[in-house]
Protein backbone atom coordinates (compact mmCIF):
# COMPACT_ATOMS: atom_id res chain seq x y z
CA UNK A 1 0.00 0.00 0.00
CA UNK A 2 0.75 3.70 -0.87
CA UNK A 3 -0.22 6.40 1.28
CA UNK A 4 -0.32 9.77 0.84
CA UNK A 5 -0.61 12.20 3.67
CA UNK A 6 -1.76 15.71 2.98
CA UNK A 7 -2.08 18.45 5.74
CA UNK A 8 -5.48 20.70 4.90
CA UNK A 9 -4.65 24.01 2.78
CA UNK A 10 -4.81 27.42 4.50
CA UNK A 11 -7.94 27.95 6.58
CA UNK A 12 -6.77 31.32 8.69
CA UNK A 13 -6.68 31.25 12.43
CA UNK A 14 -9.13 29.96 14.42
CA UNK A 15 -12.14 33.07 14.94
CA UNK A 16 -14.68 32.09 17.54
CA UNK A 17 -16.73 34.88 16.44
CA UNK A 18 -16.98 33.43 13.27
CA UNK A 19 -16.64 30.12 13.90
CA UNK A 20 -17.59 29.17 17.10
CA UNK A 21 -17.44 25.66 16.33
CA UNK A 22 -13.91 25.45 15.05
CA UNK A 23 -14.80 22.45 13.07
CA UNK A 24 -16.71 24.14 10.60
CA UNK A 25 -13.93 26.82 9.93
CA UNK A 26 -13.28 26.64 6.05
CA UNK A 27 -10.24 27.06 3.54
CA UNK A 28 -9.39 30.60 2.80
CA UNK A 29 -9.89 31.41 -0.92
CA UNK A 30 -6.03 31.61 -1.14
CA UNK A 31 -5.94 28.17 0.99
CA UNK A 32 -8.33 26.69 -2.02
CA UNK A 33 -5.98 28.29 -4.85
CA UNK A 34 -2.90 27.02 -3.84
CA UNK A 35 -4.07 23.73 -2.98
CA UNK A 36 -5.73 23.47 -6.44
CA UNK A 37 -2.36 24.15 -7.65
CA UNK A 38 -0.72 21.64 -5.17
CA UNK A 39 -3.55 18.53 -6.41
CA UNK A 40 -2.51 19.55 -10.24
CA UNK A 41 1.13 19.21 -9.51
CA UNK A 42 -0.04 15.93 -7.53
CA UNK A 43 -1.77 15.01 -10.44
CA UNK A 44 1.41 15.12 -12.63
CA UNK A 45 2.61 12.41 -10.68
CA UNK A 46 0.42 9.80 -11.94
CA UNK A 47 0.67 8.10 -7.83
CA UNK A 48 -2.68 6.23 -9.11
CA UNK A 49 -4.37 7.26 -5.91
CA UNK A 50 -7.73 4.91 -5.64
CA UNK A 51 -8.81 6.27 -2.25
CA UNK A 52 -8.88 9.69 -0.46
CA UNK A 53 -9.84 9.60 2.84
CA UNK A 54 -10.84 12.54 4.84
CA UNK A 55 -10.86 14.18 8.50
CA UNK A 56 -14.67 15.38 9.45
CA UNK A 57 -13.26 18.84 9.75
CA UNK A 58 -14.92 21.16 6.82
CA UNK A 59 -11.40 22.48 6.02
CA UNK A 60 -9.77 18.67 5.79
CA UNK A 61 -13.28 17.94 3.44
CA UNK A 62 -12.53 20.79 1.00
CA UNK A 63 -8.71 19.68 0.52
CA UNK A 64 -9.63 16.47 0.26
CA UNK A 65 -12.48 17.29 -2.12
CA UNK A 66 -9.85 19.55 -3.99
CA UNK A 67 -7.37 16.85 -4.15
CA UNK A 68 -10.02 13.64 -5.17
CA UNK A 69 -11.23 16.00 -8.00
CA UNK A 70 -7.38 16.58 -9.25
CA UNK A 71 -6.58 13.02 -9.11
CA UNK A 72 -9.73 12.06 -10.40
CA UNK A 73 -11.18 9.86 -7.87
CA UNK A 74 -14.83 9.80 -7.43
CA UNK A 75 -15.47 10.24 -3.92
CA UNK A 76 -13.81 10.94 -0.44
CA UNK A 77 -15.01 9.07 2.23
CA UNK A 78 -15.03 10.79 6.04
CA UNK A 79 -12.81 9.09 8.51
CA UNK A 80 -13.60 9.99 12.06
CA UNK A 81 -10.13 8.81 13.31
CA UNK A 82 -8.23 11.25 10.97
CA UNK A 83 -10.04 14.38 12.68
CA UNK A 84 -9.87 16.14 15.76
CA UNK A 85 -9.66 13.10 18.13
CA UNK A 86 -7.29 11.37 15.79
CA UNK A 87 -6.74 7.75 16.69
CA UNK A 88 -4.02 5.86 15.21
CA UNK A 89 -5.51 2.33 15.51
CA UNK A 90 -8.57 3.53 14.15
CA UNK A 91 -6.75 4.53 10.80
CA UNK A 92 -5.09 1.75 10.67
CA UNK A 93 -8.62 -0.26 10.98
CA UNK A 94 -9.61 1.90 7.92
CA UNK A 95 -6.52 1.22 6.00
CA UNK A 96 -6.70 -2.57 6.63
CA UNK A 97 -10.29 -2.74 4.82
CA UNK A 98 -8.53 -2.15 2.06
CA UNK A 99 -6.80 -4.20 -1.05
CA UNK A 100 -3.07 -3.81 -0.08
CA UNK A 101 -2.21 -2.62 -3.28
CA UNK A 102 -4.25 0.69 -3.26
CA UNK A 103 -2.48 3.64 -3.03
CA UNK A 104 -4.46 5.96 -0.02
CA UNK A 105 -4.70 9.89 0.47
CA UNK A 106 -5.53 10.85 3.91
CA UNK A 107 -6.20 14.25 4.53
CA UNK A 108 -6.19 15.93 8.21
CA UNK A 109 -4.27 17.85 10.10
CA UNK A 110 -1.59 19.10 12.92
CA UNK A 111 -0.55 17.57 15.16
CA UNK A 112 -1.59 14.22 13.77
CA UNK A 113 -0.03 13.97 10.37
CA UNK A 114 3.26 14.52 11.70
CA UNK A 115 2.77 11.97 14.65
CA UNK A 116 0.84 9.36 12.29
CA UNK A 117 4.25 10.12 9.90
CA UNK A 118 6.47 9.52 12.61
CA UNK A 119 5.00 6.26 14.19
CA UNK A 120 4.85 4.65 10.47
CA UNK A 121 8.38 5.21 10.04
CA UNK A 122 9.70 4.34 13.46
CA UNK A 123 7.86 2.21 15.32
CA UNK A 124 8.43 4.19 18.30
CA UNK A 125 7.84 7.31 16.77
CA UNK A 126 11.73 8.86 17.55
CA UNK A 127 11.79 11.04 14.49
CA UNK A 128 10.40 15.03 14.29
CA UNK A 129 8.31 15.59 11.15
CA UNK A 130 6.30 18.84 11.05
CA UNK A 131 3.85 19.03 7.87
CA UNK A 132 3.23 22.99 6.58
CA UNK A 133 -0.45 23.47 5.15
CA UNK A 134 -0.77 21.73 1.74
CA UNK A 135 2.50 19.72 2.63
CA UNK A 136 2.53 15.95 0.81
CA UNK A 137 4.14 13.13 2.32
CA UNK A 138 4.22 9.65 0.33
CA UNK A 139 5.03 6.57 1.94
CA UNK A 140 5.13 2.92 0.84
CA UNK A 141 4.53 -0.34 2.46
CA UNK A 142 4.85 -3.88 1.90
CA UNK A 143 0.83 -5.10 2.33
CA UNK A 144 -0.60 -2.95 5.08
CA UNK A 145 0.77 -0.02 6.70
CA UNK A 146 1.93 -0.39 10.29
CA UNK A 147 4.01 1.11 12.97
CA UNK A 148 7.89 1.74 12.02
CA UNK A 149 6.95 -0.02 8.18
CA UNK A 150 7.02 2.94 6.14
CA UNK A 151 9.49 3.78 3.65
CA UNK A 152 9.19 7.07 2.88
CA UNK A 153 9.08 8.26 -1.32
CA UNK A 154 9.39 12.00 -0.35
CA UNK A 155 8.03 14.77 1.30
CA UNK A 156 6.98 18.45 -0.16
CA UNK A 157 5.93 21.54 1.03
CA UNK A 158 3.70 23.30 -1.54
CA UNK A 159 6.22 25.78 -2.68
CA UNK A 160 8.33 22.42 -3.37
CA UNK A 161 5.11 20.57 -5.04
CA UNK A 162 4.38 23.46 -7.01
CA UNK A 163 8.13 23.21 -8.70
CA UNK A 164 6.84 20.20 -10.69
CA UNK A 165 4.70 22.46 -12.33
CA UNK A 166 6.76 25.32 -13.03
Known amino acids: MKLVLIRHADAGDADAIRYPDDRTRPLTTAGEREHA ?3 GA ?3 LDLHVTDVLSSPLARARQTAT ?11 RVVDALGDRFRMDDLLAELSALPPDAT ?11 RLAARLLHADGNIRV ?3 KSAVMVLDFQGHPGRGTARLVFFMSPRETLRLIE
Open 37 to 39: AVA
Open 42 to 44: LAL
Open 66 to 76: ITARALDVAEV
Open 104 to 114: VACVGHEPHMS
Open 130 to 132: AFA
